[in-house]
T-cell receptor
Framework: DADVTQTPRNRITKTGKRIMLECSQTKGHDRMYWYRQDPGLGLRLIYYSFDVKDINKGEISDGYSVSRQAQAKFSLSLESAIPNQTALYFC?????????????FGEGSRLTVL | GEDVEQSLFLSVREGDSSVINCTYTDSSSTYLYWYKQEPGAGLQLLTYIFSNMDMKQDQRLTVLLNKKDKHLSLRIADTQTGDSAIYFCAEEDSNYQLIWGAGTKLIIKP
């Protein structure tokens, strides 16, 4: 089983719908992140959380919200999806005690907004 | 703000060396990273280099860091079809967040 699991893996929805992407991890890491990947743009940070009570906006948080329900769970919501939120979304984790700060990624959730 | 740049594509013949280049702007970065993304998968850390090093070698991989020019490169010796992937360069900024390049897609020709 994957250490970082994202659901759903693929989702097609319509403009204006509310969407939630979920992430769970079994690595015991305290830090979790949501990134968005667009072709030719690399990864952009949406939100990150350093522990259960800590939520921080990233580079492109507008139109998104998050919830850290437990150390192992971090969900991303699009309250009213729009077509330019069509992208591949990645959840990642890291351990604050790691010297290198290595990120561990889920397999991605591909979202299409029509 | 900080920026990381890399070319979007690199095509090499199987068996040749691949060199993927990256430039960055934040001179205070402690670590610089190379992540690999295989088709349909998430990113995985391939290697990293500490900012006080000039070179790091790990089997077929060689990372070179030129701090003066803020240039990072990844050399893959004897490139194989399994090396086909997108390679991302990333630097750690002063807030311990990663700034990512756009990724270089490595295409292997037979």
């Amino acid at each position: 089983d994957a250490d970082v699991t994202q659901t759903p893996r693929n989702r097609i929805t319509k403009t204006g719908k509310r969407i939630m992407l979920e992430c769970s991890q079994t690595k015991g890491h305290d830090r979790m992140y949501w990134y968005r990947q667009d072709p030719g743009l690399g990864l952009r940070l949406i939100y990150y959380s350093f522990d259960v009570k800590d939520i921080n906006k990233g580079e492109i948080s507008d139109g998104y919200s998050v919830s850290r329900q437990a150390q192992a769970k971090f969900s991303l919501s699009l309250e009213s999806a729009i077509p330019n939120q069509t992208a591949l979304y990645f959840c990642a984790t890291s351990d604050s005690k790691s010297l290198t700060g290595e990120l561990f990624f889920g397999e991605g959730s591909r979202l299409t907004v029509l | 703000g900080e920026d990381v740049e890399q070319s979007l594509f690199l095509s090499v013949r199987e068996g040749d060396s691949s060199v993927i280049n990256c430039t960055y702007t934040d001179s205070s970065s402690t670590y610089l990273y190379w992540y690999k993304q295989e088709p349909g998968a998430g990113l995985q850390l391939l290697t990293y280099i500490f900012s006080n090093m000039d070179m790091k070698q790990d089997q077929r991989l060689t990372v070179l860091l030129n701090k003066k020019d803020k240039h990072l490169s990844l050399r893959i010796a004897d490139t194989q079809t399994g090396d086909s992937a997108i390679y991302f360069c990333a630097e750690e900024d002063s807030n311990y967040q990663l700034i990512w390049g756009a990724g270089t897609k490595l295409i292997i020709k037979p």
